[in-house]
C-alpha cells in the first residue's frame, strides 16, 4: 500500500478530530464517575477516559468540569459531604502541623542529647560540680580574707621592724651611758 501524504487541511480535520473524541471520553467518564458515585479526582476521570492528566490541566473547561463535579455532593448521600477544596485545606494544615512536629521533635532530640550529655558529663567526674555559683561566691570570699590577712602581715611586719629598730636604739643608749660605779 502505497500512502500519499495528507493535504494539511485533512491533517488539521485529523487532529481536531481526535482531540473532540479524546474531549468525549473525558466528559462521559466524568458523567460516569459521577453516576457510580466515585470519587471524582483528575487521575480517576484520565485513567477512565484512556488520556493522560495533562490534556485534563491544558483545557481549562475540562478541568473545572472535573473540579466541580468533584465538588458537588453525591446524590443519595445523607451525611455531610466534603468537598475538594476543605479536603485540600485540610491537606495543607496537616502538612504544616506535620512539618511543626517534626521540627519541635529536633528541638527536643538535641534538649534530649544536651542533658544526656551533661548528665555523663558530671557522672564520670569530668564536669564541674552542679553548685559552681557557691563555689565561686567562696573563692571570692577566700580570696578577699587573704588579701585582709596580707595587708595586716604587711603592717605588724613593718610594726616589729620599727619595734626592733626602738629597742637597739635603746639598747645602744643603754651601752653607751657612763657606767655609775656602785
Do not use: C, F
Not at 66 to 89: D, I
Not at 124 to 135: E, K, N, V
Not at 141 to 164: G, I, N, S
Amino acid at each position: 500500500m502505497n500512502r500519499r501524504p495528507l493535504p494539511a487541511d485533512q491533517l488539521a480535520k485529523a487532529r481536531a478530530d481526535d482531540s473532540a473524541r479524546r474531549r468525549r471520553r473525558v466528559l462521559a467518564a466524568l458523567d460516569d464517575l459521577t453516576r457510580d458515585g466515585l470519587t471524582i479526582t483528575v487521575s480517576a476521570v484520565a485513567r477512565l477516559a484512556n488520556v493522560h492528566r495533562s490534556l485534563i490541566y491544558r483545557h481549562s473547561d475540562l478541568h473545572a468540569a472535573v473540579l466541580t463535579r468533584a465538588a458537588q455532593p453525591q446524590e443519595g448521600s445523607t451525611g455531610p459531604m466534603v468537598s475538594w477544596r476543605s479536603l485540600l485545606a485540610d491537606l495543607s494544615n496537616l502538612t504544616d502541623r506535620s512539618t511543626r512536629q517534626a521540627q519541635h521533635i529536633v528541638q527536643l532530640e538535641r534538649r534530649l542529647s544536651h542533658a544526656l550529655g551533661q548528665d555523663a558529663w558530671r557522672a564520670t567526674g569530668l564536669g564541674a560540680p552542679t553548685d559552681i555559683d557557691a563555689l565561686q561566691k567562696r573563692i571570692a570570699h577566700l580570696e578577699q580574707q587573704v588579701a585582709d590577712l596580707a595587708a595586716q602581715l604587711v603592717e605588724r611586719d613593718e610594726d616589729l621592724v620599727a619595734a626592733r629598730a626602738t629597742n637597739r636604739e635603746l639598747m645602744n643608749q643603754l651601752n653607751n651611758r657612763p657606767q655609775r660605779h656602785r
